[in-house]
């Protein structure tokens, strides 16, 4: 059932890193923490630098594979799972984290494996 492939990841990696730079600001993030908003846009201009070096064919310096690009974004999405509890935020910054961390895991554990070609 997994049916994320590289090439849509692709797609989704530019639009999710200006969502997390621009969402923050239009959902007044930040009301029970300041970090809230910090973080995610902190995350989002990561999120870009990493789209921008990915080994995909969407990556413009392709340096970083997508292996690794995998393991990150695995990375972010518990950190946004866990970031409510750690950092003491209540409602829409909760609910925010929450929605997007358990987003995040599902992409991820829903790739598609890439084929393995002979030579």
């Known amino acids: 059932m997994k ?13 999710v ?13 930040g009301g029970s ?10 995350t989002g201009v990561a999120a870009f630098v990493l789209t921008v070096l990915t080994d995909h064919h969407l990556g413009i ?8 690009h995998l ?3 695995g ?4 950190v946004f799972t866990l970031a409510p509890f750690i950092f003491s935020f209540k409602g829409l910054d909760t609910y925010y984290y929450l929605v997007n961390g358990l987003a995040v895991l599902t992409v ?5 494996p890439e084929e393995v070609t002979s030579k």
Request: cysteine-free.
């Open 3 to 15: 049916f994320v492939t590289k090439r849509i990841h692709a797609y989704l990696d530019y639009p």
């Open 17 to 29: 890193a200006v969502a997390l730079m621009a969402l923050p600001f239009v959902l007044g993030l």
């Open 33 to 42: 923490n300041a970090f809230a908003l910090q973080l995610s846009v902190a």
């Open 61 to 68: 310096v392709r340096v970083i594979p997508y292996r690794i």
């Open 71 to 73: 393991i990150v974004d």
């Open 75 to 78: 990375l972010v999405g518990v």
């Open 108 to 112: 991820v554990s829903l790739h598609k």
